[in-house]
């Protein structure tokens, strides 16, 4: 499966169009992190934790899409975007978007 | 009096430690972009239709990087006259200046030497009392594109 937030794929024509894919988390982060964060807080630096904990939900939210994608029939997924946004305290929704495509070729 | 002491120690120890962390964070950024010179990064949402790359795929890259007491303290006090707040002006190009970096490192071991159509996303990440987690995640993500391998 092909990913890519570029609209087209260089060399290789788009067959069809199956419309929009997405995928989404939900996610929350857990007490032990939360205190290592709030110590961090008075230091600065990265907060290591978190930057996992996101990165794990991204890729979640984006193998739920490719996973719809594939449902669908598609061998790429185009134009894709990322986008977050905290639902509660805590919790962040991280969401992934796509337009599925059959292109041309294997 | 005692709020006073540990009010004082924590705005010590912010200084001390968040501008040791920042100072570090920063050498390290510095080496890196000179290591990751050669991988172009272009905002266009179209590639030229003369480049023909042999495969292309999504590469992403993220930091959170979180306040220290002492930069809270100076924005805190920043939010009573206005005007720039410079403290949280770093911490945001350093955020963003790291998320680059990890979505290079990732297009480099691709062996791509271009990233098209660029996009940074901004989240602010706060919650407990009063905000008591204060930090920014920044994600960078794009598509890379691996060249054709030329015959030698």
Known sequence: MLVSNLEIVPGRRVLKHLGLVQGSTVRAKHVGRDLMAGLKNIFGGELRGYTELLNESREESLSRMLEEARAVGANAVLNVRFSTSSVAQGAAELFAYGTAVVLEGE | ?152
């Open chain 2, 1 to 152: 009096m005692i709020d006073l002491i540990v009010f004082v120690t924590l705005l010590a120890l912010g200084y001390g430690f968040g501008r040791m962390a920042e100072t570090g964070h920063y050498r390290s950024i510095h080496r890196r972009e000179k290591a990751f010179r050669n991988i172009l990064l272009i905002a266009a949402r179209f590639p030229p239709p003369d480049l023909v790359p042999r495969k292309t795929q999504l590469v992403a890259g993220s930091a959170v990087i979180s306040v220290d007491y002492f930069k809270r303290f100076v924005a805190g006090l920043r939010n009573i006259f206005g005007g720039r707040v410079r403290s949280y002006e770093s911490l945001l190009d350093r955020a963003r200046r790291e998320a680059i970096l990890r979505m290079k490192s990732q297009a480099r071991a691709l062996g791509a030497d271009m990233v098209f159509n660029i996009k940074l996303e901004t989240a602010s990440i706060s919650k407990g009392r009063r905000n008591a987690i204060g930090a920014v995640e920044v994600l960078a993500y794009g598509t890379a594109c691996v060249p054709q391998k030329h015959e030698a």
